[in-house]
């Protein structure tokens, strides 16, 4: 039987994660730079957290979370904050908390393609974005 371990990228609380779990996926870790939300992923995963900015991540980074599985699953949901309708009720750039800010331009590109560029050096993989 082939090893699977899952690495959630913008992880936050632990959702997709969660689902994960609950249909036995084993998943290694969670990726987010919200420091709010270790407890919760770690609490309701039993998962590791890493609390860092996506786009900092490296393969190497990467690789030594999945360890030695044979199927490496990286699956991430691009952050849902800027989008809510909470959101919106702030102006782009002055009122609303660093956290939740776009980018200018409004999408965040760069997470994004860091995303799709660890997806894409890993063998064995199964990428979700």
Same mark, same amino acid.
């Given at each position: 039987m082939a090893k699977i371990s899952c690495v959630d990228l913008f992880c936050g609380a632990g959702g997709l994660t969660h689902g994960f779990v609950l249909e036995g996926l084993p998943v290694v870790a =969670?990726?987010?730079?919200?420091?709010?939300?270790?407890?919760p992923y770690e609490t309701n995963n039993q998962a590791q957290f890493v609390e860092r900015d996506i786009s900092t991540v490296t393969k190497k980074e990467l690789l030594s979370l999945f360890g030695d599985a044979d199927v490496?699953?990286?699956? =991430?949901?691009?952050?849902?904050?800027?989008?809510?309708?909470?959101?919106?009720?702030?102006?782009?750039?002055?009122?609303?908390?660093?956290?939740?800010?776009?980018?200018?331009? =409004?999408?965040?590109?760069?997470s994004f393609f860091s995303c799709l560029a660890m997806s894409q050096s890993l063998k064995n993989r199964i990428g979700d974005l």
């Open positions: =969670g990726i987010d730079m919200d420091p709010a939300c270790r407890f490496k699953v990286l699956a =991430g949901c691009a952050p849902c904050q800027p989008f809510s309708t909470y959101a919106q009720r702030y102006s782009l750039d002055s009122d609303l908390p660093p956290v939740f800010r776009l980018p200018r331009g =409004g999408v965040h590109a760069t």
